[in-house]
């Protein structure tokens, strides 16, 4: 399989918990995102990596969230002390920049984290 | 403030007739415009899209059409199978991706 993949599925977690996902990309995809995903609206921005450098974050990634990609490949994302309003779908996706061509999102299946 | 807005949370259309979803967008700078599909329990995947310098692209049953002056674009699905049933999401390149709520298409039989 040569898609996104994102490790765990579903993850269900107390409240003040620390959880943390994983995102492995498309191998060639320079670009990596982030996205979150509530019931009734659509993917939500909140960061995105080209290789290794994380180069926009979104007002909505509070300072309980970080996001890394070591290496230019997988990536994780940490949420600290989770808190209800963290429950949703984190979808990663990946695609390939190359000056101005720019490959649409793939996207993962998504971890579905919801905080009791 | 939303920049991109699909007004139509579902929409619900006979086997083999047309499905038209709208979708309208807040900053004409804006250059280029997807469409995604996403199924329940996994993530969406990509339709179809156009630039800013064509008013419509085709691929197959599914055409976008662009409308510049009037900062809005729609999806027609012709004819609409049972298969399209999903939620479709519109969407706009801004350096990152910029998504509407989404529009949840209904195919009766």
């Known amino acids: 399989d040569t898609g996104v993949s994102q490790d765990p599925r579903h993850k269900i977690t107390k409240r003040g918990q620390n959880v943390t996902f994983r995102c492995d990309p498309i191998?060639?995809?320079?670009?990596l995102y982030w996205y979150r995903q509530t019931l009734g609206q659509g993917p939500e921005f909140l960061t995105y990596f080209q290789n290794e450098a994380q180069l926009e974050k979104s007002r909505l990634l509070s300072d309980r969230f970080s996001a890394e990609r070591p290496k230019g490949s997988f990536s994780t994302l940490e949420i600290q002390r989770t808190e209800q309003g963290d429950s949703a779908m984190y979808l990663c996706?990946?695609?390939?920049?190359?000056?101005?061509?720019?490959?649409?999102?793939?996207f993962g299946n998504g971890t579905r984290l919801t905080v009791t | 403030d939303q920049q991109v807005k699909q007004n139509s949370p579902s929409l619900s259309v006979q086997e083999g007739r047309i499905s038209i979803l709208n979708c309208d967008y807040t900053n004409s700078m804006f250059d280029y415009f997807l469409w995604y599909k996403k199924y329940p329990a996994e993530g969406p995947t990509f339709l179809i899209s156009?630039?800013?310098?064509?008013d419509k692209n085709e691929d197959g049953r599914f055409t976008v059409f662009l409308n510049k002056s009037a900062k809005h674009l729609s999806l027609h699905i012709v004819p609409s199978q049972p298969g399209d049933s999903a939620v479709y999401f519109c969407a706009v390149r801004d350096d990152k991706i910029i998504f509407g709520k989404g529009t949840r298409l209904h195919i009766l039989p």
């Open positions: 996706a990946s695609s390939l920049v190359l000056g101005e061509a720019n490959s649409p999102l793939h």
């Open positions: 156009i630039s800013s310098i064509k």
């Open positions: 191998s060639e995809h320079n670009r």
